[in-house]
């Protein structure tokens, strides 16, 4: 049963333009222009309940206002939303109850409170009793690993850990769906990996759905099974990721560490992307020629190492951008 | 709905309470800041002490008056910023969308943002207010009238600000409206409403409506009327209507931001 449903979703935005100079200044006084942005246009999707799906796509996308409508900051210009049939432009506080958010932008918590103070403060904003929201605090405490800082003034946390306080107060009143908007954003490589497992574990404990936005791949590829991803307001992409690997993978890099230099020259089949200091860097286009017809131009007997690798998760999303 | 309101009122005092609690965490600032705020407060008696050297009567009211509108209009102004001082920084909040994080509470998001915050030099402001009580002469029932009025007189004070402000929803600039509106509201608050003339109080009443925040509490405070008693409840009432009113219309063109902030 899907539990976010969008239909024919958009939201313009009416951004004045003026020329340059006072000259400009003063006539956007007396004879305003306006210019209609289209942030989101048109798009439609649905979210099965216990997914974990990315909602990616470069800056200015329209990923940000698309989960800001569906939490209910902002109102639609056209189409239909329903988180778990409730429509949030219209029943904010209903949803609120049933929906977490965490903005990796924005702050929501009080920076000189304790984590503690600012989780019975959430909890009491969620109409939870003092029991309650004690056994909750335990009961994050330990799966989040927060026992050393709880009672610690969030201003004097690592960005880190102040993320996990952040998901934490967001998850209070166990929200069916969290909306993570960037939530490793400016976090090291192993505090980020920290956070990933924490995810999955919420995911699978809880069986939260998570709605994820990120510019970060590692988010995407180690949490999500499905990706949607968005440019210019509208969606150009909503599928699996083992189907967006095995469609877009058809290109493999070979690296060659030779005795000698090889001579070979681009063709059709492989692009030299790098040949210098004995180590021949080639990309293949596997729908045209396959690994070994090209490993086989090299004498053997020269290679030293080889190593044949997918091209970056990274760089397909980029490709898929660019189109 | 009574159960919603309890829920509500208590998530604001909560919220106040950690806002207070925020202000006080260096001791001496919070106390120089008070005592500062009073004694900046008990200076302005001095123009008026010389005034009346001059003169017996000010628009009709003696020192004492004068002096009692003084602490009306410093208490109503303490209550505003002790209780909702994210009232007068509203537009900034609009314009930089950090109205985001309390739409996704359940909570009414305009209380909720309002008592967000507190500015603890109001303390100051509050605490003079009863000192002037005490110089015009303290009875228990002016002591309960005067901290209704005020009590009215502040929740005016922020709502007027609130009307203002949230024309950030519709015009970019409007905190320069909103700021100008509360500035003028002060100055007014502090002289009788007797030495304007009528073309003056009209405004006073409308566009500047210090007229319902300082000058109706000031005249139930000199003498108690059942009538003036239900005027002023019914003039919170109606601004309260109208505040809330303009506030989720305005609300509805909210347009967020994505800038990096800390609610610090």
Redesign the interface.
Known sequence: MAIIEVKSLSKE?KVKVKEKGIKGSIKSIFNPNYNIINAVNNISFSVQEGEIIAFIGPNGAGK?TTI?ML?????PSNGTISVMGINPSKQ???L??N?G?V?G?????????TPY?NFK?FG????LNDNQIEKKIEEYSKVFDLGKFINTPV?NLSLGQRIRCEIVASLIHEPKILFLDEPTIGLDPVVKENIRELIKKMNKEYNTTIFLTSHDIGDIEKLCKRVIIINNGKIILDDTMRKLKYNYLNKKIIEVRTKRKVNLHGSEEYTILKNVDNCLKIEIDTTKSNVMDIIKQIDEDEIIDINISNIPLENIITEIYKK | MLMEVK?QI??SL??IK?SI??QM?NKVTFITNVIFMILNNASFIIQWMVLFNIKDNVGGLSFKQVILLWGIASGTYGIAHLFFEEAFNLSKLIVNG????F?????NVLISVVTSRSKISALGDLIYGYIVLLFYGITIKRFIIFTFVNICGGIIIAEISIIYNSFCFWFVKADILGDTINNTMLNFATYPETIFKKSVKLILYTIIPVGFSTYMPFKLMLKFGIREFFLLIISVLIISLLTFGIFNKGL?K???S???????
Do not use: C
């Open positions: 935005f940000s800001k939490t209910g900051i902002l109102y904010r506080k209903k609120a109850y929906i958010t903005f932008q924005k702050e929501q918590l009080w920076m000189h409170l103070d403060f009491a904003i969620y109409d201003r | 829920k208590k998530i909560l919220s950690y609690m925020m965490l950090k109205l985001d994080s739409i996704v509470q359940p909570k509805k909210y347009s967020s994505n800038l990096m902030v800390s609610r610090i």
